[in-house]
């Protein structure tokens, strides 16, 4: 923990003191299905300059995936998603050697390959599920999102249900850390992230958001990637492209109630605004 109580979070070499400002974690899509710009970054130089934009938008951390996880969508193999994302940080390593990479998959051989081409975090929609996962993070020293995602993508948003949807996730949560850490891994190096949109109902999400303090127990960052989401489509019944503002309105909730790191396409404009809830939020101390 650091000096004024909140988590510190160690990825490869580097440490975020996550009391000090939040973190924002920029969207690299290296697909052709992504649910908002699957196609657009699928060669490694277009996805490579607009990591390089993230960055220089503020961003802190930039989240590279090769295999969509929206919703119905269809898993991709182990070589293929190799080969979307590897020669995308191992250019982006030799062109931005300071930025921080994290790796999108759920694959502990991605993973492995990753780590080892440079990327410091393994952003893990299934928390870990690859029995290999754990042993990868922790002989490479990297960082860990453990998410909660009720079933697969393929099928996740069919009719999911729960009785307490804070209660579960957290109690998930706690279990999926308690097993990291069982593993080997530095608690200071894992994540949470309640998993918005990943078998969950409006509803669910709605909740999920309104009480994200109640994962601030976990004394690990929480991460929550409320980005362009389908949530914020129903609530403004608006389309993927035109829900910016709408994520800046989740972003400056969750970062006001406590969230650490905000998973987003649109960096520049969320890193405006979390700057500005920070300085409000610090002020004083």
Request: aromatic share 4%; net charge negative.
């Amino acid at each position: 923990m650091s000096p004024m109580g909140g988590p510190v979070w160690r990825v490869g070499e580097r440490a975020f003191d996550c009391s000090e400002r939040t973190l924002v974690m920029g969207i690299v899509n290296v697909t052709p299905d992504s649910f908002s710009d699957g196609g657009r970054f699928l060669l490694p130089v277009y996805a490579v300059r607009h990591a390089q934009q993230l960055l220089a938008d503020g961003a802190d951390i930039v989240d590279v995936g090769g295999e969509s996880t929206r919703p119905g969508s269809d898993p991709v193999g182990t070589d293929e998603e190799l080969s979307r994302v590897i020669p995308v940080i191992r250019r982006l390593v030799e062109e931005s050697p300071r930025a921080v990479i994290s790796i999108d998959t759920r694959k502990a051989a991605v993973a492995a390959a990753a780590l080892a081409e440079g990327a410091a975090i393994v952003n893990d929609v299934s928390a870990g599920a690859d029995p290999g996962m754990f042993d990868v993070v922790r002989e490479a020293g990297a960082g860990i999102v453990l998410m909660h995602m009720k079933g697969e993508p393929k099928t996740m948003q069919q009719a999911p249900v729960y009785e307490d949807v804070v209660g579960e996730v957290h109690e998930y949560l706690r279990e999926r850390v308690e097993a990291a850490a069982f593993a080997g891994i530095d608690p200071e190096r894992i994540a949470i992230d309640p998993g918005i949109g990943f078998g969950k109902e409006l509803e669910d999400n709605l909740e999920l958001l309104r009480r994200i303090d109640a994962f601030l127990d976990l004394a690990r960052p929480v991460l929550v990637g409320p980005s362009r989401k389908r949530f914020i489509g129903a609530i403004l019944d608006l389309p993927e492209d035109q829900r910016a503002e709408g994520t800046v309105g989740a972003v400056s909730w969750l970062v006001s109630h406590g969230a650490h790191v905000v998973r987003v396409h649109d960096v520049k404009e969320t890193v405006r605004a979390v700057r500005v809830i920070d300085a409000i939020s610090r002020s004083g101390r």
